[in-house]
Structure formats: C-alpha cells, structure tokens
C-alpha cells in the first residue's frame, strides 16, 4: 500500500442494544469504552480519517471521544437500522477515499495490525469486498473498495455489510481475525469479557 493509497474507518455506535437493554458501546473493557477501545484501535491503524456514527445516546459517545482526532457523524435515523448508519458514515467521508473499512463496536478484539491488513489487502489485490475470516465466517471488519461505494449507499435497513459479502458476485478477499467469534450481545457476553479483562 502506497501513502497515495489512503483508506478511512467507519464505525457503526449509533444502536440502542436493545437485546442487552443498555449501549454496549459504553460497556467497560479494559479501563475504557468499547466505542474508545475500538476508536483507538481504528487511529493506531494508520488510517487517513476515521468517522464515528453515533446515534442513541449520542452525547455520552461524544463525551467519551471528546479529544480523539475522529470525525462524529450523528444519525437522526438511527432506528431504521444499520444501513442508515453506514450511509452517514460513508457520505461524511473525504473524496479521496479510495477503500472504507466498517467496523462495529461489539467485536472487542479488533487490532491496529487488523484494520489495516484489511485495506492493504484491498489496495494489493484490487479485491472489491475484502472480509475478515473467523469460525468459517466472513464479516466484519470488511473493507470495501471505490467500486462497491453505491452498493453500501443502496442498502436498507438493518442489512449490513455481511448482505453484500453474501451477494457479491466476485471473489471475496479474507484475512483471518483471531476473536473475531467473541461479540457482546447479550449479559452473558459482558459477564464474560468482563471477566476476560
């Protein structure tokens, strides 16, 4: 990957978790949030701009971010489900982003080294849809090329980018993500990593 390569992050922390009963994004992990961990994690990645989507809740994300280089895009239809969020996200970004990764806030092992092999594998292969690979799964953090920017635009819903993996008529590139299996959804989630810390 070339410096003229630059890539962005999104990060989907609009949800109101509803199965859990309170924003997992503001679960504790590790002395901070789940939305700062995986922030920090998406700002160690080299990334050229990183777009946080916030929507319940939204002033207590921006307080937890409050200080961190991060553009925070507010979704007022947040409750339509996530591919609105995606549509913010991507619509905020700078043009010259030529691949967008999207990540969630529930995976909390998601890495620096991750984020970016992601898009490097991108710029190196010319793969559209690049997915990260774990139990026989591909999903996300996915990182998705130019080419594929009117496909997320086009989603609806709460269809995510795992639609467009599933659908995409050429080969999906993958690179493996150790945990990507532990995400927080229900209490027993947080009681685990909670107790994993």
């Given at each position: 990957?070339?410096?003229?390569?630059?890539?962005?992050?999104?990060?989907?922390?609009?949800?109101?978790?509803?199965?859990?009963?309170?924003?997992?994004?503001?679960?504790?992990?590790?002395?901070?949030?789940?939305?700062?961990?995986?922030?920090?994690?998406?700002?160690?990645?080299?990334?050229?701009?990183?777009?946080?989507?916030?929507?319940?809740?939204?002033?207590?994300?921006?307080?937890?971010l409050n200080g961190l280089v991060v553009s925070i895009v507010e979704n007022p239809e947040w409750k339509s489900g996530m591919a609105s969020s995606i549509r913010c996200g991507l619509l905020s970004?700078?043009?010259?982003?030529?691949?967008?990764?999207?990540?969630?806030?529930?995976?909390?092992?998601?890495?620096?080294?991750?984020?970016?092999?992601?898009?490097?594998?991108?710029?190196?292969?010319?793969?559209?849809?690049?997915?990260?690979?774990?139990?026989?799964?591909?999903?996300?953090?996915?990182?998705?090329?130019?080419?594929?920017?009117?496909?997320?635009?086009?989603?609806?819903?709460?269809?995510?980018?795992?639609?467009?993996?599933?659908?995409?008529?050429?080969?999906?590139?993958?690179?493996?993500?150790?945990?990507?299996?532990?995400?927080?959804?229900?209490?027993?989630?947080?009681?685990?990593?909670?107790?994993?810390?």
């Amino acid at each position: 990957m070339k410096s003229s390569d630059p890539f962005g992050i999104i990060i989907l922390a609009a949800g109101a978790s509803t199965r859990l009963g309170r924003p997992k994004q503001l679960l504790s992990y590790k002395d901070k949030t789940l939305v700062e961990h995986v922030t920090q994690a998406a700002l160690g990645s080299e990334a050229s701009e990183v777009v946080i989507v916030v929507g319940f809740e939204a002033e207590a994300m921006r307080n937890k971010l409050n200080g961190l280089v991060v553009s925070i895009v507010e979704n007022p239809e947040w409750k339509s489900g996530m591919a609105s969020s995606i549509r913010c996200g991507l619509l905020s970004l700078r043009s010259d982003i030529k691949c967008v990764v999207i990540a969630l806030c529930d995976q909390p092992h998601v890495t620096p080294e991750l984020f970016r092999k992601l898009a490097v594998r991108h710029f190196e292969t010319g793969a559209e849809i690049v997915a990260s690979s774990y139990d026989g799964i591909l999903g996300a953090p996915c990182a998705f090329g130019e080419p594929m920017y009117p496909s997320l635009l086009a989603l609806a819903g709460d269809a995510g980018a795992r639609e467009l993996i599933r659908k995409s008529p050429t080969p999906v590139e993958c690179v493996a993500f150790e945990g990507g299996r532990v995400d927080v959804d229900t209490i027993e989630d947080v009681q685990a990593l909670q107790q994993s810390t």
